[in-house]
């Protein structure tokens, strides 16, 4: 009696596991593991992409993202730089990223990215902002590194038309806009802007001068994002000239 028991028994979950394996097998075949089922507005996530900054504080910390430290000691400030060199090290050495060597594209505002292509990032010129200089941390005018969060087929909105800017943009934001419509780089207008100013009145008097490298924003030739094999999302350097 006992022998036929747990015969049924193995026999019993025998036939549950193979259904269950069959459950999955369907479930996985409606699936593509590059393109997600929902998108958008269909999706969680939704249309507004996050924005992302580097260095990060230290892991005790956490609850903070003031960057804080010692010009004249390496030690002190080495924290920053080396969480820099670790969050680069995917856009210094295309090998590191499986696809972007063989799918690699120099892009332009004219020279968009195929299908399967991949627009590089070359952050190994970015001075002061670069590894080399030590982000610039050495010299009491640090570098920090901001990039938007994917979202699949996502397109920005571009803000292109100089007619019609939002009254809270930055006005030299607006000025520099103006400026590339009036050097015909009417192009360089489809990019994803960034502008930094200080949270209260203390902080933007004692802000100092800004920077931005390569340029002030993310260009629209790296968008729509598709999860093609190799694609590293844009970054921006920011360099603070003079914070007091």
Known sequence: ????????????????????????????QTLDPRIPK???????????????????????????????????????????????????????????????GQNIYNC????PPGRGQVCNVDVKNWVPCTQENKFNYHKSAPCVFVKLNKIYNWIPEFYNDTDRLPDKMPADLKQYIHELKMNNQTAMLNTVWVSCEGENPADKENLGGIKYYPTRGFPGYFYPYENSEGYLSPIIAINFERPT
């Not at 026999?11 to 394996?21: D, E, I, P, Q, S």
């Not at 507004?48 to 892991?59: A, D, I, Q, T, V």
Request: aromatic share 18%; with cysteine; hydrophobic share 40%.
């Open 1 to 28: 009696m006992k022998a036929k028991i747990g015969i049924f028994y193995l026999v019993f979950y025998g036939v549950l596991a193979a259904l269950f394996a069959i459950c999955m097998w369907v479930f996985f």
């Open 38 to 100: 929902w998108q958008l507005d269909s999706s969680i996530i939704g249309t507004s992409p996050g924005l992302g900054f580097r260095p990060m504080p230290p892991e005790e910390n956490v609850e903070s993202t003031l960057i804080w430290y010692k010009a004249t000691d390496e030690q002190n400030y080495r924290h920053w730089t080396q969480s820099l060199e670790t969050f680069l090290e995917v856009y210094r050495k295309p090998g590191l990223t499986p696809g972007r």
């Open 108 to 111: 332009d505002y004219d020279k």
